[in-house]
Structure formats: C-alpha cells, structure tokens
C-alpha cells in the first residue's frame, strides 16, 4: 500500500505539467506526420504515515510513436503508439509490459485542443493516468505566435489514478521566450509557470480514500512555425495528503521532480 501511495503521488506530479499548454501569432497548426519522442521522469520525495518517514524514488520512461492525420478542418485524429513504457522503484513497479505496442487515440484541434481520448480496449481502469499522459503528450496552443507574448490558461481535467477519482486544475502562465535551435531544427522557446490543485476519493486496494494536492511546475516546450511539436522540459514540486475514510490516518507525500520529452529519430 505504501508504495502505491508513492506511486499515485508521482502520476499526479508527471500528468499535471502535461496535461494542458497553451500557446500563443504566427498562424501555428499542429503538422500532420509521424513523430517519436521519449519521455523520461524522475521523482524524489518523501512520505510519512503514523509509523514513521521514508523516502522514495520513482523512474519513468516512455518512447511513444504519434501519428496526426487531419480528418477536417477541425479535427486532427492522433495515434499514439506506446513502443517503451517503464517504472521503477526501490520495491519494484507495475507490470506495464501489456501496455508495449498499445495505441492511444485522440480526437483533437489542429492546435492540439483534446476532445476525446481512449486507451486500448480492456485497459485496468487503474492505469488510467496512463491514457491521460499518453494522449497529452502534444501541446494546446492558440494560432498565433510572436516573441514576448505572455497568457493565461485553466484547465479543469478528470481522471482516475489508481482506483482514485482526481479533478485537477491547472493554472499556467505562457510567455513566448523567442528563437532557440533544437537538435538542429529552429523553435519557439515558450515558457511556462503552473500551479496545480487536485482532489478526489476512491479506493484503494480496498481502503477508502480522500486525497487533495497543490504543487506548482515552471519549464518550457519548443514547437516550429511548421507545427512540430519538438519537445519540453519541467521541474515539479507536490505536496499531497492521502486520509482514510472514518480512520485518524493520514499519508503525506511531498515530492519534486523532473520531466523531460524530446523528439527521436
């Protein structure tokens, strides 16, 4: 259970930078094509309980293949192909490996707005962070971009982690930092700083729960002019108090964390 506990923590910590961005005049659509792009995220933190404090490491790692092909104006339909996915801790992770060659679907805007995701048929409702980072893995971003352009962007998402229903919001302030080269290829470099609240209940492991979080992220992603999406970077911190129902038990978690995506051949 405690592990699971850490576990839980770190999906909330990875999914929440990625889970809404929002761009800014320079007419930008997502380019139709075929991209690779490897995710690799590292969480340290620690967690404590009425027995006592430990600390925890959890290591994440996805190589994930995205087809976009525009159905409509509209409508851009997103494929992505799960080649590598892999957690580990100091007590071991999930069995993901029924999760390798799955695809992901996403109907989206062409400046990357979800409408609709879904996981492969049968998927462990557990694992639901999983469909949610998969399918977010691309930025939202309005049409236009120009260098010292600076918004504001709230998301409201739903999700179940790991038999907890979580509603997480997400507060992101987008400056667009200017020109940058990334392996080779010119981008926009656009900065971002969110704040993150989440909360839910559920159970697990057939224990009841509550849970609520609040954490923040500063970092940036880079996209082309062209629409391709070529990666981002983020440092995370969450602090997060899991209580069980009718019981004087709390757990508290807090944890920082790094994410890293960037595109491969």
Do not use: C
């Not at 800014?24 to 027995?51: D, H, I």
């Not at 400046?111 to 691309?138: C, F, H, M, N």
């Not at 709390?250 to 995506?261: D, P």
């Amino acid at each position: 259970m405690t592990d699971r506990f850490a576990r839980l923590a770190a999906a909330l910590l990875f999914s929440a930078p990625l889970a809404s961005v929002t761009l800014g005049a320079q007419s930008v659509e997502l380019a139709p094509g075929t991209m690779r792009y490897r995710l690799v995220g590292v969480t340290k933190g620690t967690q404590t309980t009425p027995a006592g404090s430990q600390s925890f490491e959890v290591g994440v790692l996805q190589q994930i293949t995205v087809n976009l092909a525009k159905t409509s104006k509209d409508t851009v339909k997103a494929t992505m192909t799960l080649d590598t996915i892999d957690v580990k801790s100091q007590t071991g992770g999930p069995d993901l490996s029924k999760l390798k060659g799955a695809a992901f679907i996403a109907m989206m805007s062409p400046t990357g707005k979800v409408y609709s995701a879904k996981g492969p048929d049968g998927l462990d409702p557990v694992l639901g962070q999983v469909v949610e980072g998969v399918t977010r893995i691309l930025p939202t971003f309005r049409t236009n971009l120009v260098k010292g352009y600076s918004w504001s962007d709230t998301a409201t998402t739903k999700s179940n982690q790991q038999g907890i229903d979580v509603s997480r919001t997400t507060v992101t302030k987008f400056t667009v930092a200017g020109d940058t080269t990334i392996a080779g290829q010119k981008a926009l470099k656009v900065d971002r700083v969110t704040s993150i609240k989440a909360g839910g209940a559920g159970s697990m492991g057939g224990t009841a729960l509550t849970m609520e979080s609040e954490g923040s992220s500063i970092g940036a992603f880079y996209i082309t002019v062209a629409g391709v999406y070529l990666g981002s970077n983020a440092n995370d911190s969450l602090s997060t108090k899991m209580s069980v129902v009718g019981q004087n038990y709390e757990v508290l978690i807090k944890q920082n964390g790094t994410t890293n995506v960037e595109a491969i051949k």
